[in-house]
């Protein structure tokens, strides 16, 4: 029984876009995604945003509006309910940027930033963003129109990196819901758990790029398949 060889260790949890699925926002690689919508290069890197910042800016705020209307879903509630209650430690990895993980009482480490911040491209000044923002924002604290969207873009370096490395090296479980394993460096993390010894869990709609890295894995949607292991830690 998988299940039997989680102790009431540290378990790390990493999400991605597939535990979102199902309140209603997109994920990006699967068929019709928001990377079938929008080029990478246009409104996820630096480079599209220098060139390009209105367009990076009104990616965003459909996304902070989409997310403004979307409920956390029984994934959400599960890993916040395990949180609470489970005797261990249990880190909350996300690379998504909605905030269906604290709506549903959960405490994250957002590594990719999230739609709800912006951040002075001119200074570095973070603060809670509007629902829209626009190019021409003066910067709050050095008041340049410098400010953009607080999400880590492809070519820059994850937040919390040293943390999250920390935690991987003594988990005892380590599990990826809802992730493709096509982004670096979230997709190494089992590698790393596996290499400290944890057991190694995958809950996911299909098989990912990094499923045969995974000891263990559950089929299905996130909304059934995490309640349900949730469920079987609480009662081990
Ligand atoms: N339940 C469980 N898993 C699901 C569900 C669901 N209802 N729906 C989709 N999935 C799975 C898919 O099978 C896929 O493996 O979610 C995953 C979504 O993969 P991606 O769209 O690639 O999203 P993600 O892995 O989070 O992307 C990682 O890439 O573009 C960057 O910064 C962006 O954080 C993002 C990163």
């Known amino acids: 029984m998988a299940a039997q060889r989680d102790t009431a260790g540290k378990i790390v949890i990493l999400t991605g876009a597939g535990i979102s699925a199902e309140s209603g926002l997109g994920t990006f690689r699967d068929e019709g995604g928001l990377w079938a919508q929008h080029r990478i290069e246009d409104v996820a890197t630096p480079e599209g945003f220098a060139r390009n910042p209105r367009l990076v800016?009104?990616?965003y705020n459909a996304r902070r509006a989409q997310a403004a209307e979307a409920a956390p879903n029984a994934a959400h509630t599960a890993l916040a309910r395990l949180q609470a209650d489970y005797p261990g430690e249990v880190i909350l990895v996300t690379q998504n940027v909605d905030g269906l993980h604290e709506m549903a009482g959960a405490r994250a480490i957002h590594m990719h930033g999230a739609?709800?911040?912006a951040l002075c491209a001119a200074?570095?000044?973070r603060w809670q963003a509007p629902p829209v923002m626009c190019p021409d924002d003066p910067c709050p604290k050095c008041t340049r129109p410098a400010t953009r969207p607080d999400i880590v873009w492809f070519g820059e370096m994850p937040y919390f990196m040293d943390e999250i490395a920390a935690h991987l090296e003594d988990c005892e479980t380590?599990?990826?819901i809802g992730t493709s394993g096509q982004v670096y460096p979230a997709a190494g993390f089992?590698?790393?758990?596996?290499?400290?010894?944890a057991h190694t869990v995958e809950l996911n709609l299909n098989d990912s790029d990094t499923s045969r890295s995974f000891a263990?894995?559950?089929?299905?949607?996130?909304?059934?398949i995490?309640?349900?292991w949730v469920d079987e830690l609480l009662t081990r």
């Open 57 to 59: 800016h009104d990616f």
């Open 123 to 125: 200074c570095g000044a």
């Open 115 to 117: 739609l709800e911040g």
């Open 190 to 197: 089992v590698q790393e758990a596996a290499y400290a010894g």
């Open 226 to 228: 995490v309640p349900q």
């Open 216 to 224: 263990e894995h559950r089929v299905g949607p996130a909304s059934r």
């Open 174 to 176: 380590f599990a990826a």
